[in-house]
């Protein structure tokens, strides 16, 4: 398999996957495997799909666009959770996505000197200190898709798991500017 960012040939391997099978023995519908395989030079991953032994689609990529827009000031570890985010939300883990995104924007504030005691505090000292001044209101947005994944409140839908990760990628960018 190659790579498709890369191009190295033959360095993949498949770290996350699931299979449906058939739900009835006379019921012969193909088995298909989902899953995201990884490159083992780069450590790039993307998704992809197998019906009866065949790869039937394969994306270049995983949808990462927005932690592409990430300063090259943000730290590893944050761009990490981003990135975590991003995987999360395509395998339709949408309470996972909006607290990876919460976890982002905590640990960034801390990162940048912020006490780590409640989010919504953390936020209004990081407006005062004029770390954030643009995407507060972002913030708060954040925490709560974040709240709603961590605490067994009503399930966070696809988009706002989508405008969550562009919102912290934001809020990382604002944070984190050179």
């Keep these: 398999m190659l790579c498709p960012k890369c191009k190295a040939s033959g360095s993949a391997k498949a770290i996350r996957f699931q299979c449906s ?3 009835h023995a006379n019921d012969r519908p193909p088995i298909e495997i989902r899953g995201i395989m990884r490159c083992l030079k780069d450590q790039h991953e993307w998704p992809f799909v197998m019906s009866e032994g065949f790869i039937e689609e394969l994306a270049t990529a995983l949808p990462g666009s927005y932690s592409r827009a990430l300063n090259a000031s943000v730290p590893a570890d944050r761009r990490e959770d981003i990135q975590e985010a991003e995987r999360a939300n395509w395998a339709q883990c949408y309470r996972a996505a909006a607290v990876m995104c919460r ?3 905590q640990l960034g504030l801390v990162e940048k ?3 780590d005691t409640k989010l919504s505090s953390m936020i209004e000292d ?6 954030l001044l643009q995407t507060a209101k972002l913030a708060e947005a954040v925490k709560l898709f974040g ?5 067994r409140l009503p399930d966070v839908k696809p988009e706002e798991v989508t405008m969550t990760i562009y919102a ?3 809020i990382l960018n ?3 500017s050179p």
Excluded: N, T
Excluded at 126 to 131: I, S
Excluded at 147 to 151: N, T, V
């Design 21 to 23: 099978l058939p739900y």
């Design 103 to 105: 976890r982002a924007v």
């Design 113 to 115: 000197g912020i006490a």
């Design 126 to 131: 990081a407006v005062k200190k004029k770390l």
């Design 147 to 151: 709240d709603i994944g961590a605490h």
């Design 168 to 170: 912290s990628v934001e």
């Design 174 to 176: 604002e944070l984190f």
